[in-house]
């Protein structure tokens, strides 16, 4: 795209009551507006980004046999009586809203209720099962404070997949090679290295429950890291545990902040013992559907990749969800031969996939440069009339700031490669 | 996909207090699922067929030069105060909450005034203009009644496009466009010939606003249409406009009703003077925006692709939206030779982009047909023993009921030029 057709401008500062990292850069950068505490809209590049965070979450949830569905914000509280979770002593994060005829509803925060009266209409038999939905879909939390950016807000994007079983059994299957798509996940952001399934507390039907963390000084958790397994344990259970990694029992083990980037729950029979969704086992008796849920949230994860990745010039993004790969700037585009070379290196990139966005605005290369800096895409090439003159063009990539000088020729093979090498 | 491995289930019966027939059909086909009246969750199929609908929009609207963005659904009411439209005496269609705070907040049922204030940021001159964005985005709406389905929901999705220009005259060359653009959007939906441009009220601004008006027993509106131009009149100005059609002035009009399916509006500086969104114009002048809005929601026109295309079998589909291209539907698949069979065109047809559901489950002929009718994809395809001896196979096309008889060797290309044709 032609940054002179994209109407988001950058700023120099983020709104004085924005205290975290990844929104101030993100607002600065023209990616999202503020619209209050905890709630931001999405502008066209924070929503590439967004998108592309999404779509590998969706990717694998498809590999593991997910369905895809789109549930309601809007919630009928009968469900949430049943379980429990309509009272807002017991579930203290409700929006509640009324119907023109005074009936009260809720705004969705999670959807464990909703979806088991409807699948009350589809699951008879064991036959049914196994199977697991999910959804990317808007969630409402009623956050008392709302100061991590889009990392906690009162309105968020989330994956919330959910799995029904016959049993424990078939319900660890499939647990199992969830936990694996997470990891894989994890991998394709860049975070996998920094990101560690974590034990936590569990439920009735399950000692523990397992969240991803990734290490962050902007974490609001603490957990303890076993360097060996690569795992760690959230500090709620490090007492039941020992102070011990439950993989090797180490007890070497350090402190970190972490972010909350996913959760897995077995959430056993609770939910659908309340709804009364069973089917008929193999020997004709009824038996309650086994269900457990797997979280990831979209937005949350786009705050962790700012935070892990940002440097002091700006935003730096992984080839993988960056809104484009590559910011072609021109110096001096009121030269014709200038503007032409920008113009034919643009279109040849874009029509070769390689997302291209050109910064055509008639500014000083410094301000150029800043802003290119400050939206983080991995490749900047910059084409001036003195480099014109030598047929070679400057290349700079954002995370490590290394520049090289590419031959005309070699240009587009050179890109490609390396945005594969560096996925 | 394999039907055996999709949830939901088919019903005879929809729930008892569904009046409407798109809603009642898609329960049955286990499209949606009703909530509560007039917000429905869009289950897998459902899912399939709104993402096509949306696509084929945002493919419109991206070649009109709109740039996507995705605004909140909380509102701070501080703009819509400005604008007047916080007072629900007003406006009184909101559903309004509150922060832990006691902070009221209201959720979007459309976005000017969150949009006017944020561009607020981003417009300074003459040289940012003109440019429009859209979103595709949940809106609620606190309707009284909600007896129409998805057609008139408490929660819907709405694609809803903004339109910022320097004047009325740079205004007009993007309405024109924005014109064009919905009625190629109703051609690719099949609606092309029901939908009629319609003149309705304006404003301050402009004499009319134009709504795209789609001919069918279950609207809710009433309109005049003039056969010769194919542009209709809304009752609410006949009068105005003494009976007679705005572009030939005949007076042979004839009463429909019918469905609003989209509609344009020029808004001119109404949201852009209460918020104060202005622009530097080429002599240095503060000029206010001038704006124009374009909605057309999402799970209308599924609903009214219901509406129009069903018979009395259930839901059919055109192409360009069915979720599944081809249903196959094997007789006797405990047979080796139908099930194999079955797997292999299931898998050619797959492989070569034509999206087909097989239905693989152990039922009666008869019930899988029922299935099929009233799930409505466009092409059945059926394998039976009895056909294999023949190497021929029965297609059966939904729309028209008419049966051809294929041969194998001229399955795939038979079923490609088909779909390509009747796209």
Redesign the interface.
Known sequence: MRQT?????T?KEAPKDEVSKNAQLLIRA?FI?K??AG??????L??RA?NKVSNIIREEMNIL?G??????????KTAWEKSGRWDDNAYDIW???????GTE?G?GTTHEE?LTT??K????SYK?LP?A?YQIQ?K?R???RAKSGIMRG??FLMKDMYS?SRDLVEHNLFYEKATKAYVKIFERFGLGEKTYMTYSSGGTFSKYSHEFQTVSPAGEDLIYVCDKCHVAVNKEIMADLESSCPVCKSKDLHEEKAIETGNIFTLGEKFSSAAELTYIDEKGEKKNVFMGCYGMGPSRILGTIVETFADEKGIVWPVAVAPFAVHVIEIGGDKTAVREKAQELYKTLSTNNVETIWDDRDLRPGEKFADSDLMGMPLRLVISEKLLATSEFEIKVRSTGETVMIKETELLNWIKNWLQTNK
């Open positions: 057709q994209l109407f988001t401008k700023r023209g507006n619209e209050m709630v931001y809209a999405m502008l066209p924070g929503l967004l046999g369905q895809e569905l789109f549930l309601t914000a809007l919630q009928d929006f509640k809203t009324k119907l023109k005829n509803v705004l909703p409807l699948m209409n589809h699951i008879r049914d199977f939905v808007t409402f009623n956050e008392t009162r309105e029904f």
